[in-house]
């Protein structure tokens, strides 16, 4: 059961004296054992020195990221700081430092920003004075006109063409003068009694205008030879400029990267604790731990301390409380967890199905799917996937030997016979293969069964439990139904035995207004609880004949898989036959595997999972120094 | 070959239509309890229930053909944009960030540290921070607008004109079915979105026909750049909404209709989709339908909320539901 049923968590509350606060943390966030809540009793408050802190951090992170952005450098991985951090103190140590690597690298961005902002001004102020080169007056006259309002400015590039429909109701002249990345400089005139309609059609277009240059006098070519002078002045600076960067860049990365790595760290410490709440020296650290990781916690917070740390801890009550959901799965299973995960995560109260899922995804997956060559070339795919760190080809290549497992079972490698079948050739044993496709699936509906009875349980949810239609009652309806109907059929059971399906009927049917009765519940009016029953009760036990039968699709593509092989092997004879052998292979295994995946999931969580598996849990994120473990541990979910 | 895909998303839905609240449930809600009794009944807050939405798209993309895939996913971001008008609204009016956190929509595999960003001290602090999102682009291009008049409205439509746009590409994207289903549903909600930004812009702003103009969708399938010339230009709301199928109540004003008309915006909304899931769900409009079910339980649940804390009866509250109709 230790495998389904998520760790059993207990709710911690540490009460940690002002001076330990940091070391304490830090040993926590190290061990990754504690999953943080909100909680703030009534009379404590969050300290908003940690607040303050937590920004100071997060200001130096991003003047770090600054810095090695502007020097071309990426912060190297590292392991984190083994240094205790201790993130009151080492602030002003990373701050000096860093200032330092500032004050020697600000003159330098300085000079390169201006530098590129002069650059873009004498480009944008080239592209205005080429368009007046027709003209042979002096630039600095066409600055005051009397009857024209022209404006030159950078607007979104498509909102162009937008403010050409705003300006439905007026003359006038946009010239769209160079687009570059998704801005474009433009030129746009009115006559002067509609300059107002002009500034406010383009202000709303997010137009922002431009003046020329000072260097642009003179008649345009002489306005323009003056520009190009000075651009290629600043080009000159720019790559000396460049070098040099290099060089700081060489000299400042392991430091940036150090400094940036430790104020990582301690912003992560930071930001748990400002949500930490405080009453006078004393700071409450609440939260989730699983109970067998306490005893460890207990040692290393009370080791950091260096005394016992005074400790609460309660037990989980998750009718009560979101109680995040830690499933140890094995390393083996990991893989797979995504075939849950992408339905959902298990809540705490509810066994994680992902083992289930595995053994019978492959099952029915080889089932559908079954030849020993295809398999194999699956196999081979996934292994080839998972070299490439693609995490699906675990996945691929466990699919890949159920099939040729079941190739074993079916004798069938590449849609030839190659042997005598260990079980059965579907083509040869159609009903035989429907109705093991059927059984398995009665199969799997009563484990879910049970495990909405085991999920109800540990939720005390006794109207679950014992009425509702997977349920007792429920399960009672279904095998009477089935086993009653073949049992009666075959004359092994007496007939009145199927007198049974109508009282159980009438109990799914009263079900809710019993319940409320019985557990004492507010109830709905009669009339529509009746009327809302007996429709549920009609979707159960259609529910029951369709999920059962939904199975038989198994069968059915372990057939056409059969089929479809035999086709490709019968057109393969010939000169070309090994091209259609090669497609046709390709057809099958490409085509036809991912379909079977895909019935075989929609089986799962349709069939199965709406038998037991709610999937409203949220994982638990306990809180770490590695990225994204704090921020999620608080409710980011990151 | 879409078929295929449609089956996992199909056999998602399935499963998880019958999650949806039922009648009894809601009649239960409307019953006299507090807020606090309704959240304690849901288990979960209105900001909880609009992430599950969140993850229910996100999921279901990963279940479709590349295209509506790409769709859905962006269909999706509206949460992200909610987040971000959020930290927008927190660092704009210097709001205590523990009532922006209150508000951030909790979303899984979300890139961004919302809670951090509410508590940037400026807004171009929160646009270098986002620098990798799709909505840092349109932002910058509205900054100086905002610098000059500090008015929140310049960088909000120029998210929101990028997001329709983008959705709108998206739509006219599509091929085959899934365009059909596309624009029947998604392209008729910007539509009445779209008529609805103008009118707001006419009645509450008081705008100019190019403004109105400017901020509003050009390509907006039933409801583009005519409609909207026509509404700068002062036609009547009834005459407008009438052209997209809705009746306004006679005497109403125009303020009056434009409530009236999101109303019915919204039954409309849970009409189609309710209808759509009725049918086999092995095309885009199973997920769209399923999205929209789910919006409009939350919308609902929001509804009866504010209801309850404004002393509406249940009647009262009933009235106001999307699930009434």
Known sequence: MSMLAPERMLETNLFVLEPDLEVVTNALARMEALHLEDAVPEGWTPSPEWTELANRYNGLSLRLNEMLNALGCKPAGGPEPESDLRPTQDWRDIEARLTAVETRVQGWQRRLKESERETQGLKLGESQVELLLPLDVPVEDLRGLQYQTVTVGIMPAGNVPRVAEALFQIPFILIPLETRKDRTLLLAASSTDNAAILDRALKSAFFEPITLPPEALGRPEQALEALKRKAREIQDRLNDLDHERQKLASELSGELSSLWRRAAACGKLAEAIRHFPKHGEVFLISGWVPASDLDRVRRAVDSAAGHPVAMEVLKADANRQSVPTLVRTPRWLQPFEELVTTFGISSYNELDPTLIVTVSFLIMYGMMFGDLGHGLLLLLTGLWLRSRKVDLGILVAAAGASGMLFGLLYGAAFGHQIMRAAWLQPLEGIWTVLLTAVAGGVVLLNIGFAMNLVNAWRSKDWPRLFLEKNGVAGIALYWTLLGGGLGVGFRILPARVLLLIPVLCALLWIHEPLANWIWRRPSAPMGEALVTGFFELFEAVTGYASNSLSFIRLGAFAVAHEGLSGLVVSYSRGRWGWVVLVLGTILVVGFEGVIVGIQALRLEYYEFFGRFFQGRGRPFVPLSLQTGGIHASLGVRA | ?325
């Open chain 2, 1 to 325: 070959m879409s078929l295929f895909f449609y089956a996992a998303a199909q056999g998602y839905i399935r499963a998880r239509l019958s999650r949806l609240l039922d009648r009894a449930t809601w009649s239960r809600l409307l019953e006299p309890n507090t807020p606090a009794e309704l959240n304690q009944s849901l288990g979960r807050t209105a900001v909880d229930l609009r992430g599950e939405v969140a993850d229910a798209g996100r999921t279901l993309v990963r279940f479709l053909p590349r295209g509506a895939g790409e769709l859905v996913a962006w269909y999706n971001q509206r949460f992200e944009i909610e987040n971000l008008k959020t930290v927008l609204r927190a660092v704009h009016y210097g709001l205590d960030p523990s009532r922006a956190r209150a508000s951030l929509i909790p979303l899984r595999g979300t890139r961004w540290h919302w809670e951090l960003l509410a508590e940037a001290g400026s807004i171009s602090g929160v646009i270098d921070q986002i620098r990798e999102s799709p909505f840092a682009r349109p932002l910058e291009h509205a900054m100086e607008r905002y610098q000059q008049e500090q008015r929140l409205f310049y960088l909000e439509i120029a998210i929101d004109l990028f997001y329709f746009q983008e959705l709108v590409r998206l739509i006219e994207s599509q091929n085959g079915k899934d365009a059909a289903d596309a624009r029947r549903f998604l392209g008729r909600w910007i539509a009445v979105q779209n008529l609805l930004w103008a009118y707001r812009y006419r009645i509450y702003g008081r705008m100019t026909p190019e403004e109105i103009i400017n901020y509003t969708l050009h390509r907006a399938f039933a409801a583009g750049l005519d409609t909207v010339r026509r509404v700068a230009l002062g036609s009547p709301l009834a005459v407008e909404a009438g052209r997209l199928g809705f009746q306004v109540s006679p005497g109403l004003s125009e303020v009056e209709g434009l409530t009236e008309i999101e109303v019915l915006a919204e039954r409309e909304r849970f009409r189609f989709a309710t209808a759509a899931v009725r049918r086999p769900l092995f095309q885009l409009r199973g997920v769209l339908a399923y999205l929209w079910l789910l919006e409009a339980e939350v919308r609902d649940l929001a509804v009866i909320r504010e209801g309850k804390l404004t002393g509406l009866t249940g009647s009262e509250i009933g009235r106001r539901l999307v699930r009434a109709a």
